[in-house]
C-alpha cells in the first residue's frame, strides 16, 4: 500500500555537466511505499538522476524534497535524512572483508546494539554474505558483491533506496536473485524504491509506477504495466517491433 502524498518530488530540475544540459526540467514524484523505476536509452540522464538525488552531482536549478523538506547538498546528509544510493558498478571497498563493508555503511548510526541487528537482518536477506564475512569484498563474485552493495546500504537503515542498474553485468540466475531481493524488500517493509534499469522489461515488470527518460528529459510515465503494454515503449526498448 502507498501513501497518496509523495515520499519523493522533484520539481522543475535542471542540471549541467559542462555546457552540455544533462537533465531538462525533471518533475517527478515517487510515493512512500512504491517501487518506481526510470528506463532509457543509454546516455539518457538515468544514473546523473540518481547522483543529483543523493547530492552526489549538484543541480544547476530545481529543487528535490524528501518528505516536504529540501534534501541537503552534501551525499553524507543525505543519507542522514534516509535516502541512500546503491551505485552503478557497486563501488564496494575492495580490500576491505564484508564486515567492514557493512560497518561503514552503518557509519553515521550509534546504536550498537540496533546496527548488529540490521547486520543479523542482511546476513538472513543474503545468507552468503555471513558465510563470507571475514573474506575481502574483491574477491567476491560480481553478483555476491551486488549482494553486498545492496546490504551495506540497508546498514544505513534508509527510508529510501536509490538502485543504479543493479542487474548489470550480472548472469541470469544472479539477475533474478537481485530483482526478487528488490520486490520482497518493497513487500516486506514497504522500502521506497527508486530503481534505474537498463533491462526495461524486468523494471516495468515490478514497478507500480515508472517513468522514460530520454536524452534528459521525461518523455512518458505511468504504471509500470500500462508502459509495458505501450506499443511506443515495447518497440524502443522491449525490442518489439509493431
Do not use: W
Request: glycine fraction near 8%.
Amino acid at each position: 500500500m502507498t501513501d497518496t502524498q509523495p515520499l519523493l518530488k522533484v520539481n522543475n530540475l535542471n542540471v549541467f555537466y559542462g555546457g552540455i544540459h544533462a537533465l531538462h526540467d525533471i518533475n517527478m514524484s515517487v510515493k512512500k511505499g512504491e517501487i518506481a523505476s526510470v528506463i532509457g536509452a543509454n546516455g539518457a540522464g538515468k544514473s546523473t538522476l540518481l547522483k543529483t538525488i543523493n547530492s552526489v552531482k549538484a543541480c544547476t536549478s530545481g529543487e528535490i524534497l524528501f518528505d516536504g523538506k529540501l534534501l541537503p547538498k552534501h551525499s553524507f546528509q543525505v543519507v542522514n535524512a534516509g535516502v541512500t544510493l546503491v551505485p552503478e558498478a557497486r563501488r564496494i571497498f575492495g580490500p576491505l572483508t564484508v564486515k567492514e563493508n557493512l560497518l561503514l555503511g552503518a557509519y553515521s548510526r550509534k546504536d550498537k546494539h540496533e546496527i548488529q541487528n540490521n547486520m543479523e537482518e542482511v546476513f538472513t536477506l543474503f545468507p552468503v554474505l555471513k558465510e563470507r564475512i571475514s573474506q575481502p569484498g574483491g574477491t567476491l563474485s560480481g553478483g555476491e558483491q551486488q549482494m553486498l552493495a545492496i546490504a551495506r546500504a540497508l546498514m544505513s537503515s534508509p527510508r529510501m533506496l536509490l538502485l543504479d542498474e543493479p542487474s548489470l553485468g550480472l548472469a541470469p540466475m544472479m539477475v533474478d536473485l537481485v530483482i526478487d531481493t528488490i520486490v520482497r524488500l518493497n513487500n516486506s517493509s514497504g522500502l521506497t524504491i527508486l530503481l534505474v534499469e537498463q533491462n526495461a522489461a524486468i523494471a516495468l515488470e515490478i514497478s507500480h509506477h515508472a517513468f522514460v527518460l530520454e536524452t534528459g528529459e521525461i518523455k512518458m510515465e505511468g504504471k509500470g504495466s500500462d508502459l509495458l503494454d505501450d506499443p511506443r515503449v515495447r518497440e524502443s526498448y522491449l525490442g518489439v517491433t509493431r
